[in-house]
């Protein structure tokens, strides 16, 4: 059974930084690849940052220039550098992997959320 544990989330004032860890256990194949998702009270869950077995980067475009996400294969760990946080980065922020079983048929995975509150 795949389980995916997040933490590093908190309170932090604007301007300060976090880093957010998500460990995955479990996983019996390979990562086709890892991310960060987030939602704010009332909106949607978006994509903040998406790492690929491959080493590709993708960043939501609030997200540029602060944000860094980056995996440990080994250890089926990634991780997101949080750095100028802003309030409107406050949500809930989730971990998301996906594996690869077979050709042409992946496997999704949520984390169960880390809270990240920037005050003002």
């Known amino acids: 059974q795949v389980q995916l544990v997040e933490s590093g989330g908190g309170l932090v004032q604007a301007g300060g930084s976090l880093r957010l860890s998500c460990a995955a256990s479990?996983?019996?194949?390979?990562?086709?690849?890892m991310a960060w998702y987030r939602q704010a009270p009332g909106k949607r869950r978006e994509l903040v940052a998406r790492l690929t077995d491959g080493g590709s980067t993708t960043y939501a475009d609030p997200v540029k220039g602060r944000f860094t996400i980056s995996g440990d294969n080994v250890n089926k760990t990634v991780y997101l550098q949080m750095n100028s946080l802003k309030p409107d980065d406050t949500a809930v922020y989730y971990c998301?992997?996906?594996?690869?079983?077979?050709?042409?048929?992946?496997?999704?995975?949520w984390g169960q959320g880390t809270q990240v509150t920037v005050s003002s």
């Open positions: 998301y992997v996906v594996q690869r079983v077979r050709l042409a048929y992946n496997e999704a995975y």
């Open positions: 479990g996983i019996r194949f390979s990562i086709d690849s």
